[in-house]
């Protein structure tokens, strides 16, 4: 693609100001810095980008230095989806376990640590909490993402959530609307259909993104996801019907508009990521989420360039790419007016852990008694979901081995993953982890090998629990963060 003329021109600036990139490294690029001088009023960080506390706050002062009132975006919903503990698995547990202890205040507390800790790294911005009713226990991509399937309870720890973590001058972005959890397919992957009527759409889906624009949420995200009771033609980052007439007018919400991810192949697979980017702003949305996958100088520029080029057409409105540039702007003055209310802030260290051992649900059949003695943990490892990503730690084991020295463990996937774990723990006493058991036939399939031959098994679910309890002792996380895996090993060892 040619690309444009890059003068400080208004039109150009707008273009720029719309895009939340990602980059590569563990420092500030070049070409990042010189597109924050000509316009570039945000940027986003993953896991790529995450090395230690130290390092982050490091990487954003470099930012801060070349604009100080710019968006630091990250994608932390802690739980399974984490950035900054990316490496060694999130230090709070995640929504669904929040959702099943369903304490409002202990949710309020946890994201507030979670947000006095990206203030202090400089993040001022965090793509959650996930707001969706997980309606459809076989989704995917949501599951444990979720606070629960009660659309009034998933309602009230969104906007404690919200709450707490903008209460540290961090702007929350409520996603995924208009709704993400009845899908049974992952919009990494494809476009996902919702069909049911707007009537259940309205009563179910739509009430906690309601509570959290009463708690004041600053950004709201939309999902890739075709809901023809809404739009038949189009899916909801790229409908006019859903961000503007529904979420804007309808609803009221006069906030930012921050699209999912735009490589996803739900978008990018079928409408092409530059033409995408420009449908989703001419259907309102005001930034532009990019980068988790493409994130180079020229994707930001053939970007910025098929914006100007579409306004230059006529194909998009100028006054709807100001007004979403101002939006994005306006966003960004809140963070700088806001910063320095972490510091206000009483650290709570503790609290994830805390939260995580509320949740618990420790189901014990009788039989052997706890842990005493080395134990083989066999860990069953389904595909990792995308927005989880490959990198972050799962499990007991770690924890095991310091509670129970000379604990060992394997890990297994496929269907003869029930015999190999059998032939490898030998005599010792198993701790089989699963996650998601209901949703994975060769692992459903594992489990019923291990116990029928050694009953004494204790069986760990850490993803969205929906099988009948079974084991001697069954443990469900509602959750694979770090501190669901340290309190599962804790109720282990206890029997």
């Known amino acids: 693609m040619t690309t444009l003329a890059t003068g400080p021109d208004t039109l150009t600036r707008d273009a720029l100001a719309v895009l939340q990139p990602g980059f590569a490294g563990t420092t500030a690029p070049d070409w990042v810095r010189r597109r924050l001088g000509e316009g570039l009023a945000s940027v986003a960080l993953f896991g790529r980008n995450v090395v230690s506390e130290d390092q982050v706050t490091s990487l954003t002062a470099q930012l801060h230095a070349e604009r100080d009132d710019l968006l630091i975006a990250i994608d932390e919903e802690s739980g399974d989806v984490t950035r900054l503990d990316v490496r060694t698995g999130s230090s709070f547990p995640g929504n669904h376990a929040l959702g099943a202890v369903d304490d409002p205040d202990l949710t309020r507390a946890v994201s507030r640590e979670l947000g006095r800790r990206l203030a202090a790294c400089g993040v001022n911005f965090d793509w959650a909490p996930s707001a969706d009713v997980n309606a459809n226990a076989d989704n995917p991509v949501i599951g444990v ?12 720890h969104t906007a404690a959530w919200v709450e707490g973590l903008q209460s540290t001058g961090v702007a929350a972005c409520t996603k995924h609307f208009p709704g993400h959890g009845d899908t049974n397919i992952d919009s990494h992957h494809a476009v996902p259909r919702i069909d049911v009527d707007a009537e259940t759409l309205f009563a179910r889906e739509l009430p906690p993104f309601r509570a959290a624009i009463a708690a004041g949420t600053r950004a709201i995200m939309s999902a890739h996801i075709l809901v023809p009771a ?5 899916p909801g980052t790229l409908s006019r019907r859903i961000l503007t007439e529904l979420l804007r007018e309808e609803v009221g919400y006069q906030g930012l508009i921050v699209t999912d991810g735009m490589e996803m192949r739900a978008i990018s697979g079928t409408y092409g990521l530059e033409h995408g980017v420009v449908l989703a ?13 493409l994130c180079d100088e020229g994707t930001v520029l053939g970007l910025r360039d098929a914006l100007v080029a579409a306004v230059r057409s006529g194909e998009l409105p100028e006054e709807r790419l100001a007004d979403a540039a101002t939006r994005v702007r306006e966003l960004a003055r809140w963070t700088a007016g806001a910063r320095g209310d972490a510091a206000r802030t009483e650290p709570a260290p503790q609290v994830g852990l805390t939260a995580a051992r509320r949740a618990l649900r420790v189901t014990r059949a009788g039989g052997p008694a706890p842990v005493d003695s080395p134990v083989y943990v066999a860990q069953f490892n389904p595909e990792p979901n995308i927005a989880v990503g490959d990198q972050t730690p799962w499990g007991v084991t770690d924890e095991l081995r310091r509670l129970v020295p000379g604990s060992t463990d394997g890990s297994f996937t496929g269907t003869d993953a029930g015999t190999l774990a059998l032939a490898a723990a030998g005599e010792r006493r198993i701790v089989a982890v699963v996650r998601d058991e209901h949703r994975h036939d060769w692992m459903r399939s594992a489990l019923d090998t291990l116990l029928a031959a050694r009953p004494d098994t204790v069986v760990v679910e850490m993803g969205l629990p929906q099988a009948t309890p079974r084991g001697s002792v069954h443990i469900a996380t509602y959750g694979a963060a770090r501190v669901c895996g340290i309190a599962a090993a804790e109720a282990v060892v206890r029997g």
Do not use: E, H, K, Y
Request: net charge negative; glycine share 16%; charged share 25%.
């Open 230 to 234: 809404l739009d038949p033609d189009r």
């Open 145 to 156: 993402r979720s606070f629960g399937a009660a659309t009034d309870l998933v309602a009230r």
């Open 281 to 293: 702003i001419a259907a309102g949305a005001d930034a532009i989420c990019v980068g988790g996958g």
